[in-house]
């Protein structure tokens, strides 16, 4: 009787549907499926985070209505944590605003930048937000694929001139998911020139860049000399202080650009929920140490898969950051094939490349969401088959 608006009938399918199909039949015949799958950490939330959480739930103050830009003490406290991080300075009341979730922020964003016919530079493989945010904003994705060769990082000379001219935002994701991919300052520095040079709005998704390991600090675009005439930085407290559930993260940023998504939250939502804005403020304020433990943990698992791995023949290198491993699939096999097989002969779940674009293909993502007693149950399992 009703029919889904032409928006929704252009989403694009959803590629993992038949590996969801079969992870529930596997499941259903009672396998242990090791499911590796997920972006999600397995670690709860530090206890001083959920104590403070607690505390906020029972104000009364905290049971009305929130304000759209979030509280200005969760602001402040984003701030003081940039500024310590990265050593920038953002202006709280303008140039920070709280999201519901980066998700939330990256999917609004077009709506105040993107008139239809727009262009919307977006990379991939890639998280699938960037472009769904697009489609919805009446925008066109215009791809640049992510290459090994290139170190993942798009080549924006690739760009014709005439897309150059109609686009509006360039999105970025470093590090990387899928990939696990860098970027060091100097890639920052050219693509903040960029964006002056064309007109093009630098929006960052830098969800990982607490999850770092070895030698390697990931920085922040804004460090760039010139970044706040042309970015917008989101950040996340979901994948830094294991907080997914939570909703709460924050941009930074460009005064006009943070006041354009602002604007668009005044109209679409009411912020997020006080208490989690305080616990928030603890985190962000709180002692940093268990952003450490949870590095500690995922570098033991990083070393564990990489290693096992490795011996087993496969081309993979490890993560200087993020939770996620980026690995050729064997020889002879599709992303989709190889990863149908570790399911239904090994009970194990991996994220096909190609589901996140279509330069994925050839590759699989591993999450490592688990522990390293269940990714050496993995590898011992995978060791077993024959490619
Ligand atoms: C997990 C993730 C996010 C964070 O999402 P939230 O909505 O903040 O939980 C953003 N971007 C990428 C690439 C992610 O993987």
Redesign the pocket.
């Known amino acids: 009787m009703f029919s889904f608006s032409e928006r929704l009938a252009k989403l694009p399918p959803y590629l993992f549907v038949e590996l969801d199909r079969m992870k529930a039949e596997v499941k259903a015949k009672g396998v242990d499926v090791i499911d590796l799958g997920v972006?999600d950490p397995d670690l709860p939330t530090p206890s001083h985070i959920v104590q403070a959480a607690i505390e906020a739930v029972k104000k009364p103050e905290n049971h009305h209505y929130p304000s759209s830009a979030g509280m200005l003490a969760f602001r402040e406290a984003a701030a003081n944590w940039f500024k310590n991080r990265f050593g920038v300075e953002v202006d709280p009341q303008k140039e920070v605003v709280t999201l519901i979730?980066?998700?939330?922020g990256?999917a609004h964003f077009p709506l105040a930048f993107v008139n239809p016919g727009d262009v919307v530079l977006v990379p991939t493989p890639a998280?699938p937000v960037y472009h769904i945010g697009t489609l919805f904003a009446g925008g066109e994705t215009y791809y640049l694929p992510l290459l090994p060769e290139n170190n993942f990082l798009p080549d924006l000379e690739s760009i014709p001139e005439d897309v150059l001219k109609r686009a509006k935002i360039l999105w970025l994701?470093y590090p990387n998911?899928p990939t696990a991919a860098v970027a060091d300052k100097a890639f920052f520095e050219k693509v903040i020139e960029f964006g002056q040079k064309n007109n093009i709005i630098i929006a960052h998704?830098a969800?990982y860049t607490e999850l770092f390991y070895d030698d390697y600090t990931p920085p922040s675009i804004l460090e760039v000399k010139g970044a706040k005439e042309v970015a917008i930085e989101f950040h996340?407290l979901?994948?830094t202080y294991c907080m997914?559930g939570w909703r709460i993260?924050f941009a930074v940023g460009n005064e006009k650009l943070i006041a354009g998504l602002t604007k668009v939250k005044n109209n679409v939502d009411s912020g997020a929920f006080q208490a989690v804005q305080e616990a928030g403020i603890a985190a962000l304020s709180g002692d940093q140490n268990c952003v450490a433990e949870f590095r500690k943990v995922f570098k033991g698992r990083r070393d564990v898969l990489v290693a096992g791995l490795k011996e087993l023949g496969f081309e993979v290198e490890p993560p200087k950051a993020t939770f996620y491993v980026w690995a050729k699939v064997p020889q002879g096999y599709t992303s989709q094939d190889f990863a149908a097989k570790l399911l239904k002969e090994a009970g194990i779940v991996v994220t096909p490349g190609n589901g996140f674009g279509e330069p994925g293909e050839g590759f699989f993502r591993v999450a490592l969401t688990v522990d390293e007693k269940r990714l050496e149950e993995a590898i011992k399992r995978i060791s077993a088959l024959k490619f």
């Open positions: 972006g979730g980066s998700k939330e990256i998280y994701n998911n998704d969800a996340s979901s994948k997914t993260a």
